[in-house]
Structure formats: structure tokens, C-alpha cells
């Protein structure tokens, strides 16, 4: 079990190693910290409130109510790993939007109950603030999806890719338009196109002109594929230096560490634990 969370770490590491080489962070499970501040903010927080939560909703519904109670309490999680940082501004998917508002309930409730302590959290959005499914533009992309074509992940191959754009859900109009209400399939087709080439998305539909959904669909599947594939080289790079994603796993988490323990402590006195 430890070396299979190792072999994960790794994994989650270089992939993030990849997107952004900022300074070495923490793989959260080595900082347990966020386990006890979570279980403190699980007892401040009714059970009404988080069964009402969104995804809760959605995924007790797909499993016909076999949630786990690690499901159900997952957002408090979240909550320690923000609030335990003493953080000011997320940045989140428009999904996220309604456990941020649980972040800042926790956040303004210990407050009110044991003294001004925690920043409340803002959120920042993207202007795509949520990636719609190839398969469904009524839902959100999704890693757990169990359709394997309705989600583009950076570790797709090019002909991955390009197998998953031509297969994206459209509609009988062969005009390439941004009608998200009227037509979210086509719509979402732009808006990635959009949000992967930094483009408005009035200068994506420019570039779209003349063109029928399905030659789209390959513009847009090109668009991925550019914008991956410095992010899938390093990815490879990262995952044959072992030792280096080991020593930022090691390094990171002593930095995390030292923020969280005494923010932890403090807490603990806040509530009479120590």
C-alpha cells in the first residue's frame, strides 16, 4: 500500500512538476496536519450542509446511494488543506464555487466561535471557468467519467486526441456558432478552442469560418495537441529522474510541514485540545 502511494506521488508530481516548476510542495497525505484540522472542522459542520453539496448529490445518485461517509465529509478535506495555509485567494472551477462557499462558512463559523483566526478565502475563476464533456455538454469534463471518449487528458497521445474531438457530440447544424443554450456541443468545441489558444472567442469563430463542424473538430483537436505537447515532454523527462520527484516529494514536504504545524497547534489551543 506505502509503495503504491509512493509510486502515485510520483506520478501526481512530475505531472505537476510539469505544468508549473514553481518551488517544491507537499504531497498532503505526508503533512498530517490536514487530517487532524480536517477532523476539528468536520465537527463544526452539520450533516444537512454537505448532503446538500452538488457532487455529493451527483455521485450518490450514479452509485445508488452507496456514498462513503469519506465521500460525503471530502469537501471539509479540502477545507483544512486551504484554511491550513492561512490562504486568501483559490483558484477553482465554476464546480468548486459551491465548496468554496463551504470553505468560507468554516472559515467565518470557527471565527465567530473562537476569535478571528482564519482569512476567509476568495475564489478566482478563469474566464473558462468549467470544460464541458466531448460526450455530454450538459456536464462537466470529467477524469472519472466512465465513457473513456467524453475526457481529453494531457497524457493523451495525438491520435487519442484526434479519436476523441471526432467523436465529440455536436448536432445536426453544420455551422461552426457560439450558442452555449441553443447548441453547448459546438459551443464547448469553441470554447476550448478558445481557452487552449488564448484566443476571444469571437477570433476562435473567425478562424472556424467556412468550415463544418467536423473539419472543426480537427482544428480544435490540432489546438490540443500544440498545447500539450511541451507539457507531455516534460512529463516523460520527469519520470526518469526518480530521485529528483522523490527529493521534491522529501523537501516539500518539511516546507509544508513547518507552515502547518504551528497553524495546526494553534488551533488545538483554540479549541482546548492542548
Known sequence: MAMRSIRKARGCWSFIRALHKGPEAAHAPQVSEHTQLSWILTCLVRLPRLQHLHQWKAKTATQKHGGTAGLLTYPVLQAADILLYKSTHVPV???????????????????????EFFPVPKSILTSMKKVKSLRDPS??????????????????????????????VTDFTSEVTYEPARRPGVSNLVAIHAAVTRLPVEEALRRGAGMDTARYKLLVADAVIEKFAPIKREIEKLKMDRGHLEKVLQVGSAKAKELAHPVCQDVKKLVGFL
Open 139 to 168: 456536464a462537466k469534463m470529467s477524469k472519472s467519467d466512465p465513457d473513456k471518449l467524453a475526457t481529453v487528458r494531457i497524457t493523451d497521445s495525438a491520435e487519442e486526441i484526434v479519436r476523441k474531438f471526432r467523436k465529440a
Open 93 to 115: 472551477g465554476e464546480d468548486q464555487v459551491q465548496h468554496m462557499e463551504l470553505v468560507q462558512d468554516l472559515a467565518q463559523g470557527f471565527n465567530k466561535k473562537y476569535g
